[in-house]
Nanobody
Framework: QGQLVESGGGSVQAGGSLTLSCADI?????????LAWFRQAPASREDHEAV?????????YYADSVKGRFTISKDGSRKTLSLQMNSLKPEDTAMYYC????????????????????RGRGTQVTVSS
């Protein structure tokens, strides 16, 4: 319980699409929660960037850089969190991490990567020009 495993990363050309998945998220459902995707670019000194967040009230947050291109969702079985990524750009190249936190609401602030109590190990996305 509480272990998150990402999948779906890979290499794609600019303009292409990928869908990332994160399992198993069912442990959050009895609670108020946030489910999030973060990313960290290669050799970056910057902290993990919050890409998209979904809370238990279905409120969402998207980074400006991905609005209109990425969509965060829970799947029908409610066992996985997904990130649909369209119109990918080379600057989207990064390690993508799934994270979950309990007692979180988007309107109270999305926090940072290390404030999430449950974090996956990441899946690499590489976008070539």
């Amino acid at each position: 319980q509480g272990q998150l495993v990402e999948s779906g990363g890979g290499s794609v050309q600019a303009g292409g699409s990928l869908t990332l998945s994160c399992a198993d998220i069912t442990f959050v459902f009895p609670h108020v929660y946030c489910l999030a995707w973060f990313r960290q670019a290669p050799a970056s000194r910057e902290d993990h960037e919050a890409v998209a967040v979904l809370d238990s009230g279905d409120a969402t947050y998207y980074a400006d850089s991905v609005k209109g291109r990425f969509t965060i969702s829970k799947d029908g079985s409610r066992k996985t969190l997904s990130l649909q990524m369209n119109s990918l750009k080379p600057e989207d190249t990064a390690m993508y991490y799934c994270a979950a936190d309990l007692g979180c609401r988007v309107h109270n602030g999305i926090g940072n990567f290390y404030s999430y109590n449950y974090r996956g190990r990441g899946t690499q996305v590489t976008v070539s020009s």
